[in-house]
């Protein structure tokens, strides 16, 4: 009867992922991969058979940590059969999940002078990313208590939690690994760390770009719901693209052999302190293949002034949502996989087009629900040979009651420029690009949230899109589609 079920779940799962999917290139020699892990365990649980191939090939593999992994409560509390850790204890954590990467890394015949271990804090990286550019602004972990990395064997030991110091250590190791392919968490990926580390990459990659590297960059995927079921080990079985990422990427299949997945099982379980309460979940990862996404960096289509926008050439960033009753995430880094994921409740999506001197957004929300809602849409521009730290990180909310708030970090703003329109279930957002960092920004780095209260039902992934180059001159009209009123830019507070 299980096995039947089993048979039944991937019959179903096949339909809802008919996706073609091609084969990633076979490594050769002349690779130099780097593989970026939010917390020890990722490398293996998303490319343990990368790993195993790349170094068949004789190619030069390297993983970087973004953490130690020293915040899983749930896991650390069961492990030790105890309801209260000290920071000490958590430091030990750190120093025990570290082992367990390198051993797990051994198993795949990667030798540990090829690991690097950053050492910032888990949990937390997604804060300092959203929170931490100012020099003023440090993080502390609630578990460790530490605001600096206190690993002393760490690339990153005494470097401060703040966002700069990741950007620039991510940078150095590139400059120095000099990789042409990279293995990142997707954007998209219900882990907040997966999401920072995304972010970071990306970041870092646009940085080097001066320096002649132009890796290609692989998504793979860890947390998105119950994307990997059946749970437990199924060597024989095939994942799939999640049915609301199909059109996420272009995903790229790397089948392994049954002694690669089998050596790729036997590492998951060398992650002994997560294996305490997700060892089901894990092992569902070590499957006949492994599944990547590419995602282009896509351009904001620059329209001429005079033209109506014609939404239907512009960028989008869909929303997702999580769905409720279901436990917090913050207990426990693998608990993200408990809950499922579905189409979002207020928030559609957020398309961009540009015009002239601005960046125009339109927010679009659902029904109801999505008119009571606090939107909060945030907006990092990105210039080639610029500190990106002391660029703009503008957030800005729409009340319900139609309300603007601005903000540069934790800075609110008064004279921003910004003008918001709202139409049946669309918020239209023209953003003037020096409040980005001025016209010649070439990169914009955004996300959207919709949240009622302290609730936060919808957002969308971090996306990274290019901007084209700017015409002169101011935007004399927001215009939206022949089907919707043409409305002034000054209609900035209409209600919701």
Not at 332 to 354: C, D, G, K, N, Y
Not at 472 to 494: D, E, S, Y
């Amino acid at each position: 009867m299980y096995r039947f079920l089993v048979t039944l779940w991937l019959i179903i799962a096949t339909a809802a992922s008919a996706v073609a999917q091609t084969s990633l290139p076979p490594f050769t020699a002349n690779d130099r991969v780097v593989i970026v892990a939010p917390h020890p365990d990722d490398e293996v649980l998303g490319t343990g058979g990368v790993i195993q191939q790349a170094l068949a090939a004789g190619a030069d593999v390297r993983v970087i940590y973004l953490t130690y992994g020293d915040h899983n409560q749930i896991a650390f509390k069961l492990y030790r059969h105890t309801l209260f850790l000290r920071a000490r204890q958590y430091l030990a954590f750190g120093e025990q999940r570290h082992a367990e990467g390198t051993s797990a890394t051994n198993l795949l015949g990667l030798p540990a002078d090829h690991l690097t271990f950053l050492g910032y804090p888990d949990w937390f990286t997604l804060e300092i990313w959203r929170d931490s550019w100012d020099p003023a602004d440090l993080v502390r972990s609630d578990a460790t208590r530490a605001t600096a990395v206190p690993y002393k064997d760490a690339f990153g030991y005494q470097h401060p939690y703040r966002a700069a110091s990741i950007e620039a250590d991510m940078v150095t190791l590139l400059r120095k690994f000099r990789p042409t392919m990279i293995f990142v968490p997707h954007p998209a990926d219900t882990n907040r760390d997966h999401r920072s580390a995304a972010n970071f990459l990306r970041l870092a990659a646009l940085d080097v770009v001066a320096d002649g590297l132009h890796p290609t960059i692989y998504y793979y995927l860890v947390h998105f719901g119950h994307w990997s079921r059946p749970y437990h080990y199924h060597p024989e079985l095939e994942l799939k693209p999640p049915t609301l990422l199909l059109d996420d990427g272009d995903w790229q299949t790397v089948p392994l052999t049954r002694d690669q997945t089998e050596k790729k099982y036997k590492a998951i379980l060398l992650n002994r302190t997560q294996t305490t309460i997700g060892q089901y979940f894990l092992v569902s990862l070590a499957r006949a293949n492994e599944l990547f996404a590419t995602i282009d960096v896509t351009t904001v289509p620059n329209l001429p002034l005079d033209l109506p926008l014609d939404w239907r050439k512009a960028v989008r960033n869909k929303a997702l949502v999580f769905v409720p009753g279901e436990p917090a995430q913050k207990l426990s880094e693998h608990v993200s996989t408990t809950p499922a994921v579905a189409e979002s409740i207020a928030l559609e999506q957020t398309m961009f087009l540009r015009q002239g001197s601005g960046l125009i957004a339109q927010i679009e929300l659902k029904n109801r629900l999505g008119k009571r809602t606090n939107v909060h849409l945030l907006l990092y521009g990105y210039k080639r040979g610029e500190d990106f730290a002391k660029l703009p990180k503008i957030k800005i909310d729409i009340t319900p009651f139609g309300d603007l708030h601005v903000y540069d970090g934790d800075k609110r703003l008064s004279n921003h420029g910004i003008t918001v329109t709202s139409v049946a279930n669309r918020l239209f957002v023209r953003v003037p690009l020096q409040l980005l960092g001025g016209d010649a920004i070439d990169h914009v780095f955004t996300a959207t949230r919709a949240n009622f209260g302290e609730i936060t039902p919808d957002d969308t992934a971090w996306r990274l899109f290019a901007l084209s180059d700017g015409q002169t001159g101011p935007t004399a009209f927001l215009i939206v589609p022949t089907h919707q009123p043409r409305l002034a830019p000054n209609a900035f507070r209409a209600r919701l």
